[in-house]
């Protein structure tokens, strides 16, 4: 588990994207976990945590795209 003391969403992508699957902890927000490089939205959780992993998310596709985009140049 790693422990962000902020909200860095640049951070929290590359941990998730060089481990694959596991637990973040990130101060104000709490436990997210990902699978498989993405992240997981619970069942039960605040509207911030929410739109915080669906930004994470977007940022983890178009990192994907955009690595897509230089292998094929």
Request: charged letters at 25%.
């Amino acid at each position: 588990m790693r422990f962000f003391p902020i909200y860095a969403p640049k951070l929290i992508v590359k941990h998730a994207r060089i481990f694959f699957s596991g637990v973040v902890w990130v101060k104000d927000l709490g436990k997210l976990e990902f699978e498989h490089g993405r992240f997981l939205m619970p069942r039960k959780s605040l509207p911030k945590v929410k739109q915080a992993i669906i930004e994470l998310n977007e940022l983890i596709t178009a990192q994907s795209h955009q690595e897509a985009t230089y292998s094929c140049s």
